[in-house]
């Protein structure tokens, strides 16, 4: 299985599509229209990819056959929104049609003429060409038609240096380049826009060294030849090589291991490297983009960074503001309000959220954003879950405070402390319950899951009534006439 990256996540129609074909044509249009494209070696590792990252696509040749096909679709049928859209990919004489998987949610694509028809199929997932909700703004939020292009939300002095300066790097022949700031700041954007002026048309491959161990991340970087090592059974191309003219992007490359910093260092001199076991040069003619959220000179001088590959980076850095800045403030309620008018939290379910009130905005403002853009992100999408009304008030605003800290254990008071999914799913269905009076048919409802998910995630998660809790008894049976049984299965 390989995993690329596409356009940015605010320009593709789709986050994820999975491929099941060895077409290149069709993962370079796939690359237009998803954040991240999964390819699959066969239908079997396909079932497993799409049960594991939930695409909004897969896309499938016809030399899969209609038998297999049929068995994918039964296989991975847990999308319980039915937005899911297969992609057959056929010949023009083909006698595969749409009925013979008896699902209006596959489309059978006749010949390279018609691939041209994926964007309209992607728009159509997504609900792209339904008219939303939009509050004032639009490309107010954005310095140019570059940061617009990458999602670069903001009209602040900072962000319009930030922008001068990618143009300018952009621009030139400098290779490779260095981004740095803090974890959220937004150095894949940064990243990305670079690569939209100077290949438009070639791959953006990303990486994560933190993410890897350090064998697997060489293995990742520079491919392997097949007996290299245990468990090489056939060659693997490296990101390398993948990234062909277009850019590699390095995230965190602080993270990355001495001696692999080495091996890297001598890539970006000569130009040249070899895979794991191979004895013949290949060319790395991509551009490449590192960044780091660390201080990359103390890092050297606490010796866990090689000078010399920080001097090979060190060209003409470009440094991302954090949000906390004097001079990025006024970015605060322009990023609130692109991320309500872009959020797709909600899945199929249309949002009635369409504005933010000025007290909420003054407690974003309040706020210091450790986490940056990417928490404030975070922090409007809750909003737009939990807020009954059309506008995100106080209430809906959960930030981690000093104040949280001392907030009760309801599920329903206070701010949240725990930021995990499960955390915020947990308080999600309890209030649900809670505004339903634990009518759990209306509280699923609202949920937009069976009685059967609620069932099963009411038990996980031991989310009780006050009165339950206060009689030791199940919150699940049904001791009064309003409450409904519930049947599993």
């Known amino acids: 299985m390989t995993r690329s990256t596409g356009k940015s996540e605010a320009m593709s129609l789709l986050r994820r599509i999975v491929i099941v074909s060895k077409k290149p044509e069709i993962r370079h249009r796939a690359q237009q229209i998803a954040h991240e494209v999964f390819v699959a070696d066969d239908i079997a590792e396909g079932i497993d990819i799409v049960n594991t990252v939930a695409p909004e696509m897969t896309i499938f040749d016809e030399a899969a056959g209609a038998n297999r096909i049929r068995e994918f679709l039964q296989r991975t049928d847990n999308d319980p929104g039915g937005r899911r859209v297969t992609v057959v990919l056929t010949t023009d004489d083909s006698p595969l049609v749409e009925r013979e998987y008896e699902s209006a949610r596959v489309c059978c694509l006749r010949g390279p003429q018609q691939y041209e028809r994926l964007e309209e199929i992607a728009a159509r997932a997504c609900g792209a060409a339904a008219p939303s909700v939009e509050p004032s703004g639009g490309d107010a ?25 990618i143009r300018l790097v952009a621009e030139s022949r400098c290779n490779p380049v ?11 954007l940064a990243a990305r826009a670079i690569h939209a002026i100077r290949h438009p048309n070639e791959p953006f491959v990303a990486v994560n060294c933190a993410a890897l161990t350090a064998n697997l991340l060489e293995s990742e970087l520079f491919g392997h030849v097949k007996g290299s090592f245990t468990g090489a059974d056939r060659d693997k191309t490296g990101l390398l090589e993948l990234a062909g003219e277009g850019t590699l992007f390095l995230d965190e490359i602080s ?3 001495l001696d692999l910093q080495a091996k890297l260092l001598r ?33 050297v001088e606490e010796k866990r960074f090689r000078q010399d590959l920080y001097y090979r980076l060190n060209i003409c850095p470009i440094t991302l503001v954090p949000l906390r800045s004097p001079e990025r403030r006024e970015d605060i309620a322009l990023l609130a309000e692109y991320f309500l008018r872009t959020s797709n939290i909600c899945g199929g379910r249309q949002t009635k959220v369409n504005a933010i009130t000025r007290l909420a905005i003054e407690a974003l403002h309040q706020h210091t954003w450790p986490g940056n853009v990417r928490e404030l992100r975070n922090v409007i999408e809750r909003a737009i879950l939990l807020e009954p009304t059309d506008k995100i008030g106080l209430d809906s605003i959960m930030i981690e405070t000093a104040q949280a800290e001392e907030a009760g254990d309801s599920p329903l008071g206070g701010r949240v402390r725990d930021f995990s999914l499960e955390k915020a799913e947990r308080e999600l269905i309890a209030r649900a319950l809670h505004e339903t009076n634990w009518q759990k048919t209306q509280a699923a409802s609202l949920l937009g899951i069976t009685r059967a998910t609620l069932y099963a995630k009411v038990k996980q998660y031991n989310i009780q009534r006050e009165d339950a809790r206060r009689e030791d008894i199940d919150p699940l049976s049904c001791p009064s006439t309003e409450c409904e049984p519930v049947t599993v299965g």
Do not use: H, W, Y
């Open 141 to 165: 939020c954005f310095v140019s038609e570059l940061a617009a292009m990458v999602g670069m939300v903001g009209r602040s002095t900072a962000v319009c240096k930030t922008v001068e300066m």
């Open 267 to 299: 890539v970006l001199q000569e130009r040249t490297f070899r895979k794991v076991g191979g004895i013949r040069d290949v060319a790395c003619t991509a551009t490449v983009v590192a960044s780091s959220n660390r201080n990359l000179r103390k890092e």
């Open 178 to 188: 260095l981004i740095i700031g803090e974890t959220g700041t937004g150095k894949e």
């Open 255 to 257: 993270e990355m291991p």
